[in-house]
């Protein structure tokens, strides 16, 4: 089978390998469609210690099955499907009590495991969860990046419906967050992005409050979009320190900001001000099974979608997207790859 392999820092070979021999529990996809991961950019460069090469990445997919093992009873082969990438013990006291996500022994298919940038994967069965044949492919392989964002969000937006929330980051994960606090309630959404190319792409797509902050003074530019009402919420999906310090400047005091980007660890932050204004500090980590299955409804009922903000080019041109996300010469948001 056809694989698009990651094999050092900056470089992706296409490869021929065996096609995976189903296990007792699992079952085999034929892969359809496949999104670039932000974290697989950060991979890719060879920044994240998790993934080790030689290595297929992908856990962003949709597929259908082609095969399953004898233990495997509750689906069928042909169903189109998603995967929840995300593997625990099921055991532990956080996966009893459905935080999964933080359970120690976790791992992620396309990490820890050859994941779907090939034409055939095999998961485990019970991270499969089967989508109507009416949801098109590459909007169901949203499943997974918008369980991480519906999670950030909700739980963000939680204390203050309706507020005025501001997202760094017009990457997948911050247009998705946007997507998420539109349908929860909030007054304005304004993201923020050092890319003139993508914020033009996220306004296309209706988000018309839009900084520049190598352009426009942040400051004055959220006075004039917020007025009084200033910054209830702001979801940092970038996560470097430039984002990270002025979200404890813009925050309302008694407001709420949620780390989902990785982009460094050590940041020095004002902790004084943060116990004088009771700013909360909250940071997100994937999804639990409940998130993920929210979001294949949203997706299934329409209510987010990949229109405006994707594109899609061929495996073989794995490399060059890569090469052209690590240079920020690609105005979308997001990018597909077809097999």
Same mark, same amino acid.
């Given at each position: ?34 999104? +670039? ?41 042909? #169903? ?45 069965? #019970? ?13 169901? #392989? ?24 501001? +997202? ?95 982009? +460094? ?11 004088? @204004? ?44 890569? @090469? ?16």
């Amino acid at each position: 089978m056809k694989t698009l392999v990651w094999t050092g820092a900056e470089t992706m070979k296409v490869e021929q390998q065996e096609r995976p021999v189903v296990q007792a529990n699992e079952v085999i996809i034929q892969v359809d469609v496949v999104g +670039i991961c932000g974290s697989e950019i950060e991979g890719y460069l060879g920044h994240n210690s998790l993934r080790v090469p030689p290595l297929v990445m992908g856990h962003e997919f949709c597929g259908r099955i082609v095969d399953k093992g004898r233990e495997v009873s509750s689906i069928e082969i042909g #169903s189109k499907v998603v995967v929840n990438p995300l593997l625990n013990c099921g055991t532990c006291d956080r996966c009893r009590r459905g935080l999964e996500n933080l359970c120690d022994e976790r791992k992620i298919i396309g990490i820890h495991r050859s994941g779907a940038f090939a034409e055939y994967v095999a998961v485990p069965a #019970s991270s499969v969860v089967v989508v109507s044949e009416n949801l098109d492919s590459f909007s169901a #392989s949203l499943a997974e990046p918008l369980a991480c964002c519906l999670r950030a969000v909700r739980r963000a937006m939680t204390l203050h419906p309706f507020s005025n929330v501001l +997202i760094y980051g017009a990457g997948a994960i911050g247009l998705l967050s946007g997507f998420v606090a539109q349908i929860l309630g909030a007054n304005k959404v304004i993201i923020v992005d050092i890319n003139d190319e993508r914020l033009k792409t996220v306004q296309n797509v209706g988000f018309h409050d839009v900084i520049n902050t190598k352009m426009e003074d942040l400051d004055n530019k959220l006075k004039n979009i917020t007025g009084e009402k200033g910054v209830d919420v702001v979801i940092d999906a970038a996560g470097f320190l430039p984002t990270r310090s002025q979200a404890m400047n813009v925050v309302n005091p008694g407001g709420v900001i949620m780390n989902v980007g990785l982009g +460094i660890d050590e940041t020095p932050l004002p902790i004084n001000q943060q116990i004088r @204004s009771e700013t909360m500090i909250l940071g997100s980590f994937c999804y639990t099974k409940q998130d993920f299955y929210d979001a294949v409804q949203l997706l299934e009922e329409g209510k987010i979608n990949r229109d405006g903000w994707s594109e899609i080019r061929p495996l073989e041109n794995g490399q060059q997207a890569f @090469s052209e996300l690590v240079n920020g010469e690609i105005e979308k948001s997001k990018i597909f790859l077809t097999l």
